[in-house]
C-alpha cells in the first residue's frame, strides 16, 4: 500500500469484480457451475465441483466424477486439459491441448527448466516464483495465481518476523516487500529494517545487515529488477528517503540497491510532488511505478538510471469515487495487478484492478476468496513476461 503518504486506516475487505484480466469469468474458464439451479432442459450438461452432470428428465443427474489430474470441462466432461487453453504441461514439458481434451503432441521441450501454465520457464526459476505474493494487514501471507482467469487465492502463513518499534506516528506496523529470484522476500517494516524469509516455507525470518536510515533511507517502497532483459543478475530498487521529510514537497529518492553488499547508489528525485509510487518490475528488467490517488492514479514507467518518467509510457486510471487511502500493486504475466481500498459512504470499498499496458483497458478483478486488507504486493524477476493462454 502507499504506506508513508496514506496513513493510516485500515479494513477488512472483500474484492469485488466481474471478469478476469484476460477478460474470461472464473466460471466460463474453470468450466465449474456453482450448483444453484436444480431444474434443466433436456439438452443441458454442466460440470458442478468434481462432476460432469447431464440433465434427465429435468433434473441434473450426475455422469462421470472427475478425479485428479482430469478436470471437469464444460461441454466435454472428465478431461486430460480444457482446449480453451492451447496449452498444457506433461511430464515438465510443453504439450498441446486437443479439441476433445485429451494431452496432444509435444510443443515444446523445457530441457533442464520447469513448465507451468504450459510455458516452459527460464532455466533456474521455480514454479512459485510465477506467483503473485501478498501480504494482508493481519501479517498473513497469500499466494495469487491469475493463470486462465482463475484468480487462485491460497494462504501461506503467518510469518513472526517481530520487527523493533516503528518510527513515532506508526503506532501501527506496515511492511513492503520484494520478491528475488531465490524466492526469497525481503519485507520492509516500518520500524526501518529489512527482515528476509520465504514465503513458501516455515523457514523463520531472519533479520538482514540493513541498517535503518542507511544512506538517508528509513522508510521506502521497493523491488527487484533484472539487470537487463536477458539477464540472471538483479537489483533492488528503493523509493523513499528519511522518516522526518514524509509529507515534504516532492519527498523520495530513486536507489538501487546492491543485494549481496547493501551498497547503495542515488539515481535521481521523485518525479512526483507529493506521492510515494508502489514499485514493480516486469520479465524483461523495466521498472514501473503506481501513483495512487483519488482524483487521480496511474501506472507509468520509470527510467532505471535516474528515476524520471519514461515518455509516452504513463497509463490514466478512472478516478475513484471515494478517498482512496490504501494501495498495492504487482506485475504478472506482462499485465499490472493493483489492490486499492477507499473509503465509502456505507463502509469501505475493496478493489482489485488489472491493468493491460498494451490498450489501456482496465477490468475489474474476482478472487477465489475473500482476503483481508491488501498492505503488500510482489512478484519475482522470474515471473513470466507472457499470459499463458
Known sequence: MNKFIVILSMAIFLLAGVFSCDGRSPESDSGINDGGDTECSASETRCYGGSYQICVDGKWTLEETCNAPQLCVEGLGCADCNPAHARICQDENAHACNSDGSIGDLVEDCGEALCWGGLCLEPGCSKEAQLIYLVDWDGRWYSFNPLHGANEVQLIRTPDCAPGDPWPEFD????????????????HYSSGEIFLTEPTSSA?????????????????????????????????????????EIGNSGFGELAAVDPDTLDVTLLGPNPHDSILPELTTTADGKLYAYYP????????????TDGSFVPNRRWDMEPFTNHVYASAFAAWGGKFYLFVSEEGVG?????????????????????????????????????LMETPQ
Request: aromatic share 8%.
Open 172 to 187: 501501527i506496523f506496515l511492511a513492503t516487500m520484494a520478491m528475488n529470484r531465490e524466492d526469497q522476500a525481503w519485507v
Open 293 to 304: 490517488g483519488t482524483l487521480s492514479h496511474f501506472v507509468t514507467e520509470l527510467d532505471k
Open 204 to 244: 523463520d525470518c531472519s533479520l538482514s545487515a540493513w541498517v535503518p536510515g542507511h544512506e538517508s533511507f528509513d522508510v521506502f517502497l521497493l523491488t527487484f529488477a533484472r539487470n537487463g532483459p536477458e539477464s540472471t543478475e538483479e537489483t533492488l530498487f528503493l523509493m523513499g528517503g528519511l522518516y522526518g
Open 347 to 383: 463502509g469501505d470499498n475493496h478493489i482489485m484492478l488489472c491493468l493491460d499496458p498494451e490498450d489501456g483497458s482496465v477490468e475489474t478483478v474476482i478472487p477465489s476468496q475473500p482476503l483481508g486488507t491488501i498492505i503488500a504486493a510482489s512478484t519475482s524477476t522470474c515471473t
